[in-house]
Nanobody, 120 residues
Framework: QVQLVESGGGLVQPGGSLRLSCAYS????????MGWYRQAPGKQRDLVAGITTGGTTNYANSVKGRFTISRDNAKNTVYLQMNSLKPEDTAVYYC??????????????WGQGTQVTVSS
């Protein structure tokens, strides 16, 4: 059983910062990539940032230069540092993992989501 648990969301003023965490656990054989998606009300779920096992990162154009994804293998945690937040960053943020569980095929796993609200 693989689990992803997000934390760190909340209410922040425009221009502020938040750091999201995604702790992963379970019987994991290998991880190909991890990332963050977000979904605003009435909109589709979009990729925000991703990071491969080798450390290669990619970002949505809308967050480049403001958000940073990182990973701490010792803590089994992926982070999303969000700076210079804007009201349009308001969304539920989901952690995603592309991995292979022990004795299982490669699959995609999602966390339960954490709300980020940027408002004055």
């Amino acid at each position: 059983q693989v689990q992803l648990v997000e934390s760190g969301g909340g209410l922040v003023q425009p221009g502020g910062s938040l750091r999201l965490s995604c702790a992963y656990s379970g019987s994991i054989f290998s991880i190909n990539a991890m990332g963050w998606y977000r979904q605003a009300p009435g909109k589709q779920r979009d990729l925000v940032a991703g990071i491969t096992t080798g450390g290669t990162t990619n970002y949505a154009n809308s967050v480049k230069g403001r958000f940073t994804i990182s990973r701490d293998n010792a803590k089994n945690t992926v982070y999303l540092q969000m700076n210079s937040l804007k009201p349009e960053d308001t969304a539920v943020y989901y952690c995603i993992a592309d991995l292979r569980g022990l004795g299982m095929a490669r699959d995609t796993y999602w966390g339960q989501g954490t709300q980020v609200t940027v408002s004055s």
